[in-house]
């Protein structure tokens, strides 16, 4: 794998709420063991973020609450702003681009034709007052398509491919169950055919049986369309069941990275060591 290039490659993305000061711009002064400045306030949200995505993998995002995971996919996905930072996305249309500082127009046309993003909360990724196919084709017509009767047919094939019942199709997604939410949320991020697919705590919140059924069809999504996934979970037992290689975050900086059996066999990093020990 590592001689292949990466589908997206993040080289030191750094993310900070607050200006800095000298004490908190300076390394040396600032503690690892906060994400923070004492003297002014600065949050380091990211700290010199790179990582490696590669084509058809899921890569698993696994840190404590306030570890900088859903702040990492905010940056990925243009929903919030990097301070600084570069990310590639291996596509001919955007070859040596540092995505981070195309234009918001191009930022869109990536978030429409080339990721899909599933949130923790529904809210977000949902208009909970369209129907469910009504949400799909929104982000079909957001990605250029215009045939109402083609539109149908994918959304009929979407939800379909995420067990919600096309007879369902025209319901609002707030009468529907967490789980029926997520289903609908990942049946309209699929709906461009991205090569990346974001997950964002998809499955925090939903009872455990629900939970084990939105990770089976997110494997099963995963391997029949090959999609590449960053998928973030402050559960260890998600990202288990879910990635090929993991990143452990803490106070916003990665700890420890590598395939997920290992990480899960040999940790070598304190916190990743408390994290694993705590699935026993
Ligand atoms: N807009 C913001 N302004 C100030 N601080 C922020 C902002 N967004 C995030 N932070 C801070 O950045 C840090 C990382 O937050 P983030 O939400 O990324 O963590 P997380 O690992 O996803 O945790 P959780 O799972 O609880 O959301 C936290 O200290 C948070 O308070």
Request: proline share 3%; aromatic share 8%.
């Amino acid at each position: 794998m590592k001689d292949e290039q990466p589908l997206l490659a993040v080289r030191n993305l750094n993310q900070q709420f607050g200006p800095g000061c000298n004490n908190c711009k300076n390394p040396d002064n600032r503690a690892l063991s906060k994400n923070y400045c004492e003297v002014c306030g600065t949050v380091y949200a990211c700290r010199n973020i790179s990582l490696d995505l590669f084509a058809g993998e899921i890569l698993g995002v696994v840190g404590e609450s306030g570890s900088g995971k859903s702040s990492l996919m905010k940056c990925l996905y243009f929903d919030s702003e990097v301070t600084t930072g570069e990310v590639y996305l291996d596509d001919e249309e955007f070859i040596g681009d540092n995505l981070f500082e195309l234009s918001s127009q191009k930022k869109r046309y990536i978030r429409n034709y080339k990721y899909g993003m599933v949130y923790q909360n529904p809210v977000h990724g949902l208009k909970m007052n369209f129907s469910s196919i009504g949400n799909i084709a929104e982000k079909l017509i957001a990605a250029g398509n215009r045939h109402v009767g083609n539109m149908e047919e994918i959304g009929k094939r979407l939800l379909d491919i995420v067990q919600i019942p096309v007879f369902r199709m025209k319901e609002e997604p707030r009468n529907f169950s967490g789980g029926m939410q997520q289903r609908v949320q990942i049946a309209k991020a699929l709906s461009n055919n991205p090569p990346v697919l974001f997950l964002d705590e998809v499955t925090t919140g939903l009872d455990l049986s629900v939970q084990a059924d939105v990770l089976d069809l997110i494997k099963r999504i995963q391997r029949e369309f090959g999609i590449s996934m960053i998928v973030v979970s402050h559960d260890l037992a998600v990202i288990r069941m879910l990635a090929d290689r993991t990143i452990v975050m803490l106070n916003g900086e990665i700890v420890e990275q590598g395939l997920t059996d290992q990480i899960l066999e040999d940790p070598t990093d304190k916190y990743t060591q408390q994290l694993v020990y705590s699935l026993l």
